[in-house]
């Protein structure tokens, strides 16, 4: 601490304040950049979004409004130092020079970045666009019913249902989609409680992830499910997003749960603004779903029939 408050005062020589405290910590900030924004890529879509966001937005915080000013002041007021005893003012006039610079660089750095800060403030404190869900217990308290969007706490407030009563055996998803990490999360809720999955009035997008978790999966018989495209929601963080990757990744976990390789080739053709709607014949074809129920079946305890003849 004594050595960061020398620092701050410019009471450290030139060459150490420069040198070390300026140039030399600055490349080791550089070297350590893709490490940092590797961990915030392994963050960005798994359980809760906003995580990445606080995390990137402290580590931006921490250089940008600490450890920068630090550097900034510290080098400045020793060079004035160096300017008021000594009459060599070559150095000292440099190091001032390259001060300006860098600032002059951050700044046109960070206002290119404009876009990308916005975001992930939207993200880290604005509110959840889908944060419009109920998750209840239904039936004689054996299922739980998700209706709504897929919104950041849906798989921690899923977990706060199961846990609230008597055991589940399945969850009813009812959902036109949400978050990518939330579809995710919540399916893994469901996996690892080996739970069945049932959707009544249809499930796409990202909801189709945590349908496909399901030990037994059953559509009600006017009930389908919907696939497209991964898009980035935030436009200034798409330059940093790979949606390719994280289709890759989704298809992986649907050919593990034995989905065949034939509907896995159609799963993302559709775009982003459309959906593909498959026959609940194709579905059980291509094993995506167990059997076609009718939702009072399932409410009231009786065995799902497995794709009787009133599966389109």
Same mark, same amino acid.
């Given at each position: @601490? ?111 970045? $404009? ?16 944060? #419009? ?23 921690? #407030? ?8 008597? &055991? ?34 249809? %499930?796409?997008?990202? %909801? ?12 009600? #018989? &006017? ?7 991964? $898009? ?10 790979? @949606? ?5 990744? #989704? ?19 559709? &775009? ?41």
């Amino acid at each position: @601490m004594r050595y960061i408050i020398r620092h701050w005062r410019g009471e450290l020589s030139l060459p150490i304040a420069f040198w070390v405290n300026f140039v030399a910590l600055n490349l080791l900030l550089l070297l350590l950049r893709p490490v940092v924004e590797q961990a915030l890529v392994s963050l960005s879509f798994d359980d809760d979004p906003r995580l990445m966001a606080r995390v990137a937005l402290l580590h931006v915080g921490f250089v940008y409004g600490l450890v920068y000013p630090w550097q900034i002041v510290g080098v400045w007021r020793s060079a004035g130092r160096w300017l008021a005893e000594r009459e060599r003012r070559v150095w000292p006039l440099a190091s001032r020079a390259v001060l300006v610079l860098s600032l002059v660089g951050t700044v046109v750095t960070v206002a290119g970045g $404009a876009p990308v800060y916005r975001d992930i403030v939207t993200i880290a404190l604005g509110p959840d666009r889908y944060a #419009d869900y109920t998750v209840e217990r239904v039936g004689d308290g054996s299922l739980v019913r998700f209706q709504g969007y897929l919104g950041y706490r849906a798989s921690r #407030d899923l977990r706060r249902v199961l846990a609230s009563g008597p &055991e589940v055996h399945g969850v009813i998803l009812d959902s036109p989609g949400g978050w990518i990490a939330s579809g995710r999360s919540l399916g893994g809720v469901i996996a690892e409680r080996g739970l069945n999955t049932y959707s009544f009035e249809g %499930c796409h997008s990202a %909801c189709a992830t945590a349908f496909i978790s399901g030990r037994e999966r059953f559509l009600a #018989d &006017e009930a389908r499910l919907g696939f497209h495209q991964y $898009a980035v929601p935030f436009g200034g963080l798409e330059p940093y997003s790979n @949606m390719w990757v994280e289709q890759q990744r #989704d298809l992986h976990h649907f050919r593990n749960q034995g989905v065949s390789p034939s509907f896995l080739a159609r799963l993302f053709q559709a &775009e982003h603004g459309e959906a593909w709607y498959p026959s609940q014949r194709e579905l059980l074809a291509a094993q995506v779903i167990s059997g076609v129920v009718r939702s009072e079946e399932v409410l009231f305890g009786i065995t799902p029939y497995n794709g009787g003849g009133g599966a389109p």
